[in-house]
């Protein structure tokens, strides 16, 4: 009866994470509901079970060791500790659970497949809605109209969100289709995944973001280093001619409006106000090193702090946001944990590079960059999005080459 009763929460578990990835661009109340589902039937799981593991062991577990602790410093020495001990349970814990619970539940390449289509089903349905309300003016979801009536954000409430999160995807969809080891789709998937790859390409640009087009250029170069490592030198001159060939008309193609954007880039004058955030955020890191201002009270001690043009917001830099809230020794907590993941990524890269591996990986890096000029961190959907996406990256690691993964 017992067995039953976990196999139950296990099944509960699983079909749960896949409909919170599907849900996760349409729903913040759904994104939260199912959050609470996963952990609250991991829990009972591990109450009534007999295992004595209570989180899986991975490659992360000390930095994530560490980054707990830096943050329970930070809630111990904060300016508000009531407000810093909720977000302690309600985000840091809830995330951090959330990739424990991915790494031990989703462990079969089937499961990993059936993930990443559900995941093309919900790209293909933003990318959609994105289009229609680039044409018509409103999302078909919420009516939402475009941001400051030029920028598409589909059903996300920020350009920069939705974009963050087709930075993602883009890559993963594309090493999904030239995979041939563990998770191999069929031609009809390989062809749903070039689509939605396409529609998420035109919202990427539609969305106006600066930020992520920087990030998804980080992540190109990425892909296209470790797809074509193994080519033959003069194979691999003559490819990446032709992809800066490409990429030159391709610009030349561009609207004016977009191109000004990509331009305004270097343009510290079109940056002025976010230069303006970072340097108010480096002078309260500078005032509290060590363990920060507490967890989740940056609006609170911002206007504190007086920077012309800065106003009383977040950074638009999530590095240096945390290292406000949580001190210099949680952000090298946080970039270890990056830094390990990474490097043990890499290793793996060059013995198996796999496309659908070196697609995880040009996807994470590509929110990684983003992240740097951007909220991702402190954004609901975009920080459980990134703590589940690594805990399915560490599932994939696990997984030794197999010819095929059915459903």
Known sequence: MRQKVISFLERVVEITIYVLICALPFSKAMVEICAAVIIGAWFIKKIISSKSQIIPSTILNWPIAFFVLFNILSVSLSVDPKLSLYALFSKVFEHILLFFIVVETIQRPSQIKRIFFLLGISAFIVSVDGLIQYFSGKDLFRSYPLHEEINVRACFKNPNDLAGWIIVCIPVFIGGIFNKVNVIYSKYQKIFFGIVSVLLVACLFLTDSRASWVGFLFGSIFFCYFSLRRLPFRRKIIIYFLFIVCLAVFSLMLPSSIKQRVMSITDAKANINRISLWKKSLIIIDNNKISGIGLNTYTQVSPFYYVPRARNEYPHNSYLHMTAEIGIPGLCAFLWMILVLFWQGTVLLWKRGDPLLIGLFSGLTSLLV????????????????????????????KLRPKEEASV
């Open 370 to 397: 983003h992240t740097f000029f951007d909220t991702d961190l402190y954004t609901l959907q975009l920080i459980i999005f990134f703590w589940c996406f690594i805990g399915i990256v560490i599932s994939y690691m």
